[in-house]
């Protein structure tokens, strides 16, 4: 919602102000003390957000004025970039005036954009585009002004320390009673609380047992607890049962005076009110279930714990329910964990039903059962959806009504709004700006939409929402908001790492994409192509700030229709794309981020450099692009670049040294692409680039010697060819210097590689390398700094024609080895286990053990 994207914005603004303004801002028509009070007036502002934000949903006026406030935010942002720019341009001139030794001296005429192009007139050009953006801040800062004036007669309450605060939603209460009629599905999940909970003798001994379960809001989580709170057995094991809401906040005064019931005093001083608690618990087996808590906070946990560990008897348990994995692991309780997932859809049908025909009308259900089970398809496992949109059909008796209902949007619907929505408007006001601006962009995202973890992050980093790892202590990173986002079941289905377990990718659940679709719709828009032109793209036109076009046929791309000239983020998924016209891209000045992946396009226009605010461009898997345009090179704020798979690729720009902001290259399976252009090597923010195509026979190559100057991270793959035979050059790289973590060496494109052993002894790797690969190895023998390596926990080898075997047992930390195509390998004898002989083996004592850690071995093409 507004509040997000403003507060962030704000954020951005308060931090990199007065830094432009060091960096060589000068006094034009007074700019820096516009820039100054601009931040004041937001500052200002910031503080009655939140009350506004949540206005807004039911009143329009505060609606039009935060649109007008995004709307002024957004553009002060784009004339700071714009001035930034032109300093970033002034350093790049500065680097060739200068003669840099690391910048690339090419006699090739390069032809940059219009705008870019104005800079090269000399100071004049400069001055007269500075003052263009002063005469941008000033008209900026006489509109903020209007609307700080504006906010008065909305008498917004303030976010400030001793004045009231905006209402938070109020949290439903819950009790202990559970009507079984109403109940479907989770035998299994209540079986295995059951057994945690009654225990056995091993889990007696342990004292106080804690057992979370955690899910997303309307899972059934409290449901669940109420099955096994009421079962006979329970009943029967536990002296003491006690059922407290928590909600938020934690309040340890009233969840004691809760356990201890008649015991409890009229005070609310702390340790009077947990002494009396203690008394009445003393030496008793107890049930305590925690529904619904939200604080993370482990000193409002512990002393409420500490008395409940050291007052109930042996066998006592705490059922804990959550949203947010972060109480899990606050408490040290992952182990006991239940983690709920969805429904079956046969059981989200038993509940639908149940709603949709109270009377149990068995032959009007079936007369509705293939559109019922469409319903269903749409709750994707939430109970809570199921039984809200079970109730809406009550009483609609006919198939017309149900297929206007099925094919509405389903914030259109306002029981469902209201009812499906509520616990996750509970989660959403639980997040920090950052978060809020991190989960509405992923609005952008077709439904059931795989996004990969490191993928995303940088879409979040190209709209300034979040920093790098490198610079945490200046903001939140993108890892932190992507695990707040899990452990709050935003995200579900994670595809993991199979070494790290870390989560690679994950999808949205349909109800929290319809959630946060609901939350921008003014300002996200996904339109399938071939479709008429909607009434809802006609009329918020220029307020779109993020367009997602799907299934655009072969062809040029054109968006005209939609009139949409301030969009940020520019996406498209399932479309054969040939061709981009050139004034679409003029008409994209404020793009931020493109995204045409997976198209069929040739050539990027020559335009593409006007766009000066792009930090990201994805155009891997176009299978037909063959080169980019030079203008390219102009884009000073380009971030990330992404080429992957585009197998026609011959070659890059050879100025793409000046992008000097460029953090991560992907140039993976560019087959035609002989090598990288030297000027890669003036790129020292870049962190990532996953294939390093080294040597070729003319001097504007990248050398491998260049890897030196870059500040890479994380994974590398080396490819070897042309004239990288000196031991000398290739020890430049000072890989031990590097901390990766990942290295593949490829001598594949090596005609001559008998060199190889001495190169691969020059590319020693940092010490903390924890995967290793080695391609097309000739040598007889293996680099002599293996043994060194003792984080390894991946070895692969592959297409060694003379190679034999290392004693590979010597690797302590080994979990992974595997062996591919190795023609020079006739047998595995005990030399591969680090073996002098079997006597040697048999004799040892104790006995040595060989690969302690080894999971994996693999043998294939051998």
Known sequence: ???????????????????????????????????????????????????????????????????????????????????????????????????????????????????????????????????????????LNDKLTEIYEERKKYQFLRKELGIQQPQQPQRPQTASFVNMSETFGREKEQDILITKL???????????????????????????????????????????????????????????????????????????VLQCMSRSIQGKKFL???????????????????????????????????????????????????????LSDEYCLAIFNHMAFPDGDVDESKAFGDI????????????????????????????????EVLNSKIWDLGKVE???????????????????????????????????????????????????????EKGTTGDAVFDNLVARSFFQDFEKDYDTSTITSCKMHDIVHDFVQFLTRNEC???????????????????????????????????SSYNCKKLRTLATFDSRITTIDPNLILQLKCLRTLNLSRNSIEELPEEIGELIHLRYIDLSLNYDLEKLPDTICGLYNLSTLSLFWCSQLKKLPENMGNL????????????????????????????????????????????????????????????????????SEVEKAQLWDIKLFHLIVDFERQPNSSSSVEILNALRPHPDLEFLGILGHNGTTWPNWIQSLH????????????????????????????????????????????LEDQTSFRIRSPPQILFPKLKHLQFFYM
């Open 1 to 139: 919602m507004a509040d997000a994207l403003i507060s962030v914005l704000l954020e951005r603004l308060a931090s990199t102000t007065y830094e432009y303004i060091e960096e060589g801002v000068k006094l034009v028509l007074n700019v820096k003390e516009d820039v100054k009070k601009f931040t004041r007036i937001l500052r200002v502002i910031q503080a009655v957000l939140e009350d506004a934000e949540q206005r807004q949903v039911t009143d329009q006026a505060v609606q039009i004025w935060l649109d007008e406030l995004k709307d002024i935010s957004y553009q002060m942002g784009d004339a700071l970039d714009e001035w930034n720019t032109d300093i970033l341009k002034q350093q790049v001139e500065k680097q060739e005036r200068e003669g840099d030794p690391n910048a690339l001296v090419t006699k090739k005429k390069v032809r940059f954009s219009s705008f870019t192009r104005c800079f090269c007139f000399g100071k004049v050009s400069r001055v007269i585009l500075r003052l263009d953006i002063a005469l941008k801040i000033k008209d």
């Open 198 to 272: 009654l225990g056995d003798g091993s889990e007696e001994k342990k004292g106080l047992l804690i057992i979370p379960i955690v899910g997303m809001g309307g899972m059934g989580k409290t449901t669940l607890t109420q099955l096994a709170y009421n079962d006979d057995n329970v009943k029967a094991h536990f002296e003491i049962r006690k059922w407290v809401c928590v909600s938020d906040p934690f309040d340890e005064i009233k969840i004691a005076k809760a356990i201890s019931g008649d015991y409890a005093p009229s005070s609310n001083e702390l340790d009077e």
């Open 288 to 342: 305590l279930v925690l529904d619904d808590v939200w604080t993370d906070d482990p000193k409002k946990w512990e002393q409420l714990k500490v008395p409940l560990i050291q007052s109930g008897a042996k066998g006592s348990r705490i059922l804990v329910t959550t949203r947010k994995l972060e109480v899990a692991n606050m408490m040290r309780t992952t182990p006991n964990m239940i983690n709920l997932e969805g």
């Open 372 to 403: 019922s089970k469409k319903f269903v398809r749409k709750c994707k496992g939430l109970p809570l959806a199921a039984k809200t949109l079970g109730s809406l059909m009550q009483n609609k008796r006919t198939m017309r009504e149900w297929k």
């Open 418 to 472: 209201q009812e499906v929505f509520q616990p996750l408007f509970l989660s959403y006001y639980d997040l920090s700006p950052t978060i809020k601006c991190c989960l509405l962009y992923c609005a952008i995202f077709p439904k059931d939409y795989k996004f990969e973890r490191d993928g995303l992050i940088k879409l979040w980093m190209a709209q300034d929402y979040v920093i790098s790892k490198r610079n945490k």
């Open 525 to 559: 828009l996904i339109i399938d192509y071939g479709e008429e032109t909607t009434n809802e793209s006609k009329v918020l036109g220029d307020k779109v700030r993020y367009l997602t076009l799907r299934y655009v046929p072969e062809g040029p791309l054109v968006i």
């Open 660 to 727: 000097i902001n460029l953090k991560h290259l992907y140039v993976d399976n560019c087959f035609n692409l002989e090598s990288l252009p030297r000027g890669i090597g003036r790129l020292t923010s870049l962190q990532t680039l996953d294939v390093c195509r080294c040597g070729g026979d003319n001097d504007e190559a990248f050398q491998i010697g260049d890897l030196r100057k870059l500040n890479l991270e994380g994974s590398l793959e080396i490819q070897l060819g042309g004239d990288v035979t000196e031991k």
């Open 791 to 834: 984080n390894l926990r991946s070895l692969t080898l592959g297409k060694g024609t003379q190679c034999e075997l290392w004693p590979f047992g010597k690797l302590e930390h080994l979990e992974r080895l595997a062996l591919w195509n190795m023609q020079g390998v006739r047998n595995v004898g005990v030399e591969f286990l680090g």
